[in-house]
T-cell receptor, first 108, second 114 residues
Framework: SQQGEEDPQALSIQEGENATMNCSYK?????LQWYRQNSGRGLVHLIL?????REKHSGRLRVTLDTSKKSSSLLITASRAADTASYFC????????FGDGTTLTVKP | ETGVTQTPRHLVMGMTNKKSLKCEQH?????MYWYKQSAKKPLELMFV???????ENNSVPSRFSPECPNSSHLFLHLHTLQPEDSALYLC?????????????FGSGTRLTVV
């Protein structure tokens, strides 16, 4: 079964707006990771947050983790057309599995 | 470049052909993975190798045969595939098999079975 499940499945916004994606998981984790995938390409690691962290920043990315709710969110601020991609979360609980992803479209 | 290189980028093969996908990592990682990504399906973990030993095989049909000759190289040998095997095949590596530091992916091989 999938460990990480992203929500929403698809998100369409205008350039400059913020985009928020959510991830829920089922079991205890050591860390949670977010990845980006451009169409037909491999996944690119964006950010890793450990289970004892609540928030982490990297440039325009902000990730939060709520282990009590078994959920995480990825916020992309001031979005750009180049942010158009699919975004996946993956959890680490002995092995990593990925959800279906959120497809983000940023319109110029 | 991520440090994980996959070849070829694209492959078209007939159902009776035999071909191999290659993955090479220059990161000094100890674990390597094969994933399958089909249209409108989540990433499926196929095989996991840790220190050249296969540690996971997720009910993958025998027409897919992995090989890990050393910690830097991973192959996926293909034979008598079916059209439903057409997909993007992704290789990944990590420092440890638990993925405590995340995963690094290659660009993938787009496989089409005709």
């Amino acid at each position: 079964s999938q460990q990480g499940e992203e929500d929403p499945q698809a998100l369409s916004i205008q350039e400059g707006e913020n985009a928020t994606m959510n991830c829920s998981y089922k079991t205890s984790i050591n860390n949670l990771q977010w990845y980006r995938q451009n169409s037909g390409r491999g996944l690119v690691h964006l950010i890793l947050i450990r289970s004892n962290e609540r928030e982490k920043h990297s440039g325009r990315l902000r990730v939060t983790l709520d282990t009590s709710k078994k959920s995480s969110s990825l916020l992309i601020t001031a979005s750009r057309a180049a942010d158009t991609a699919s975004y996946f979360c993956a959890t680490n609980a002995g092995k990593s599995t990925f959800g279906d992803g959120t497809t983000l479209t940023v319109k110029p | 470049e991520t440090g994980v290189t996959q070849t070829p980028r694209h492959l078209v093969m007939g159902m009776t052909n035999k071909k191999s996908l290659k993955c090479e990592q220059h990161l000094g990682h100890n674990a390597m993975y094969w994933y399958k990504q089909s249209a409108k399906k989540p990433l499926e973990l196929m095989f996991v190798y840790s220190l050249e030993e296969r540690v996971e095989n997720n009910s993958v049909p025998s027409r897919f045969s992995p090989e890990c000759p050393n910690s830097s190289h991973l192959f996926l040998h293909l034979h008598t595939l079916q059209p439903e095997d057409s997909a993007l095949y992704l290789c990944a590596s990590s420092q440890d098999r638990e993925g405590n530091y995340g995963y690094t992916f290659g660009s993938g091989t787009r496989l089409t079975v005709v």
